[in-house]
């Protein structure tokens, strides 16, 4: 018990020299190579809300396209070296949902889930992407938007991937009471609580927590509390039945702790037409090789299990 604790704590504090001499990459970089290199675009949404998207073109006229819709406040540098790799095969648009701080909200907007959805839809019809080579490729709580957006029958894309799918937002305990009542300022005492629950409980490494505490750090507080308390508490697994018709790839992180893996099982269990496979750690999904296991997927389907 006591060599548990010690791991465990040495995890979250870390030893006083590892912390002078090594910083993750994470804390030494600040725009990832893919902004840098990324189209930038504004998208007007039927609200009149508009939404960043980044954009590469790939080399090859025949590419697929892809349309990335991230986790709640990821961060295009979470995803870099997916990004970096996957830019060589596919045309990618990476759409950035309306709690990022780059949304511009209209005061009236309702942003809830259905909402946030329905920008997934107006993305493809504004941009006029092809859906027959289009794979929508979703993680954590963007796998609820995509789940409501395909709900919906406005769009029929190729191919939809889902990453560690979940059926509600996880948040720190209470926190989902709290942020319907509480004001920002108090809001902001609950941050190192946060932080140490990241650190404690939702991380497989270093590497990850301090990808999370970025994300914190980053966070726009008032729209994370305007829709964070319309999501709070609330659970979705009806809108995972709605979507047999589609052809869609489970992708489960049964390592990591963010993602419960009995819920992406019962999931999977949910949707018909659904094929499964897992590829274990966030750190996988996230990288170099899923761009390749994302290729091979294309080419063979069936690397995935009914």
Not at 163 to 175: D, N, R, Y
Not at 221 to 233: F, M, R, T
């Amino acid at each position: 018990m006591k060599l548990l604790l010690k791991s465990r704590f040495s995890f979250i504090l870390g030893e006083k020299q590892m912390k002078k001499k090594r910083k993750t990459k994470f804390d030494l970089l600040g725009i990832s190579e893919f902004e840098k290199i990324s189209e930038e675009i504004f998208v007007e949404m039927s609200d009149h809300s508009k939404l960043r998207i980044l954009h590469v073109s790939s080399e090859k006229e025949s590419a697929y396209t892809i349309l990335v819709i991230a986790g709640w406040a990821s961060i295009p540098l979470g995803w870099n070296d997916f990004l970096l790799e996957a830019r060589n095969n596919f045309e990618i648009f990476y759409l950035e949902t309306r709690e990022k701080k780059s949304s511009i909200l209209q005061q009236d907007s309702i942003n809830n889930i259905e909402r946030m959805a329905l920008d997934i839809c107006e993305t493809v019809e504004k941009l006029n992407l092809k859906q027959e080579r289009l794979i929508l490729l979703s993680s954590s709580f963007g796998t609820i938007l995509t789940a409501h957006a395909l709900s919906y029958n406005r769009i029929k894309p190729f191919h939809t991937i889902l990453i560690g799918p979940i059926a509600k937002v996880e948040m720190p305990p209470l926190i989902g009471y709290l942020i319907k009542v509480l004001p920002i300022p108090i809001l902001r005492l609950y941050k190192p609580f946060g932080k140490l629950w990241v650190k404690l409980f939702k991380s497989e490494s270093e590497e990850q927590a301090a990808k999370y505490l970025r994300v914190l750090k980053e966070a726009d507080e008032v729209k994370w509390k305007n829709i964070g308390k319309v999501i709070a508490q609330k659970e979705y697994w009806e809108t995972y039945e709605k979507i047999n018709q589609y052809p869609i790839l489970i992708i489960d992180e049964s390592k990591d702790k963010m993602h419960d893996t009995k819920v992406t099982r019962k999931i999977n269990s949910l949707i018909k037409s659904s094929k499964y496979v897992d590829l274990h750690t966030n750190y996988f999904t996230h990288s170099a090789d899923m761009a390749h296991f994302l290729l091979e997927f294309i080419k063979n389907p069936e690397i995935g299990q009914m």
